[in-house]
């Protein structure tokens, strides 16, 4: 979920009349992101136990879309596999032609098409490896040009049902197991994120990364083992997590349609506040709390969060007043 600390504080303080307990408020004021330019990297599993899930994700592909294109967003979208074995000279290398997808194509059957990949791939999933390599200065100056635009935002989105097997080639000539039973072998998760943001200059600002796939925390799956260091990748850089084995996709897509626009909708204020007293405006205009289109208050995170219609537009001024809840 995207967040945004407040530009501005404005202390304010009132008193009572009949005590002398002080009440402090302030107030907060946020921009929503300006940017408008998006691009999108899918890294999608082909190996031999993904053809549901793909098809899954190309079901989905209009909830994920939908909210990108409410958000005007400037979209090129890529799709790579996670198949990623140091013998192999097309890795990373974005599929079909043209090599990514922007609002003047037929976005919408052609990624159906592309993401459902197959399932003759490697059985050592490498997806931040893919990743790293689709992102290389080597691709973006030969069969990837063109994807990387300077200013605009960066998603990575991984969907597989297994661990990241990026090693570098040190498991070269060991089966798949050795991905599990040896996971020191395996090349740091840092090394593979850094590449991703050096390809915008070191602009960790502009990155983000999501992964549908199976949680740590999720004993219930016994189709997926769970990926560690693709949940690591979200945690660093920024971006939400998604059950793979969901039976169905489509608010798993919507967030990360939201996660690429590049929208926020919490915004983390800077002092814990009293419920009852926040007051929430976006251009001028008061929003209402509530559930559906308006506002609600997430106090373990000292944010006010915003959903479905009431997400404030591109470049709106938030205004977020209310009383410090005390202590």
């Known amino acids: ?31 929503q992101t300006p940017n408008d330019e998006v691009d999108i990297l899918f890294v999608v599993d082909d190996s031999n136990s993904m053809a549901e899930e793909q098809a899954a994700l ?26 990623a074995d140091t013998d192999d000279p097309r890795v990373g290398e974005l599929i079909g032609s043209p ?8 976005y919408v059957s052609k990624f159906k098409s592309r993401v459902q ?29 063109g ?25 070269d000539g ?12 395996l090349a740091p998760v840092g090394e593979y994120l850094d590449a991703i943001v050096d390809a915008k200059n070191g602009r960790a600002d502009l990155v983000s990364f999501g992964a549908i796939i199976s949680p740590a925390s999720d004993s219930a799956c016994d189709t997926a083992y769970p990926a560690v260091r693709y949940a690591l990748g979200a945690h660093e850089l920024g971006g939400m997590v998604g059950n ?29 506040a009293l419920e009852e007293s926040i007051e929430v405006t976006v251009n001028g205009e008061p929003v209402e709390q509530s559930t559906r289109d308006g506002w609600s208050y997430v106090p373990s995170r000292t944010a006010v969060l915003f959903l479905g219609n009431a997400i404030p537009p591109r470049g709106a001024e938030v205004v977020v007043q209310y009383e410090i809840q005390p202590n």
């Open 1 to 31: 979920m995207s967040r945004l600390l407040p530009l501005a504080l404005l202390p304010l303080v009132a008193c009572s009349s009949e005590t002398s307990f002080l009440y402090q408020s302030t107030v907060d004021t946020f921009v």
């Open 58 to 83: 190309a079901d989905a592909f209009t909830d994920f879309i939908a909210e990108i294109e409410n958000a005007n967003s400037k979209f090129q979208i890529g799709v790579v596999t996670t198949s």
């Open 117 to 145: 990949v197959g399932v003759e791939g490697s059985d050592k999933e490498k997806g931040l490896a893919a990743a790293a390599a689709a992102l290389s200065p080597e691709r973006l100056a030969g069969t990837n040009a």
């Open 147 to 171: 994807f990387i635009r300077p200013d605009a935002n960066l998603l990575v989105a991984v969907v597989s049902d297994e661990e990241d097997c990026s090693d570098d080639g040190v498991l």
């Open 174 to 185: 060991y089966d798949s197991d050795a991905c599990y039973t040896n996971p020191e072998f």
């Open 99 to 106: 090599p990514f997808l922007t609002a003047d194509d037929d």
């Open 244 to 272: 793979i084995c969901q039976p169905d996709w489509s608010d798993m897509l919507y967030d990360l349609g939201l996660t690429a626009s590049g929208l926020l909708d919490e915004f983390v204020l800077s002092q814990p």
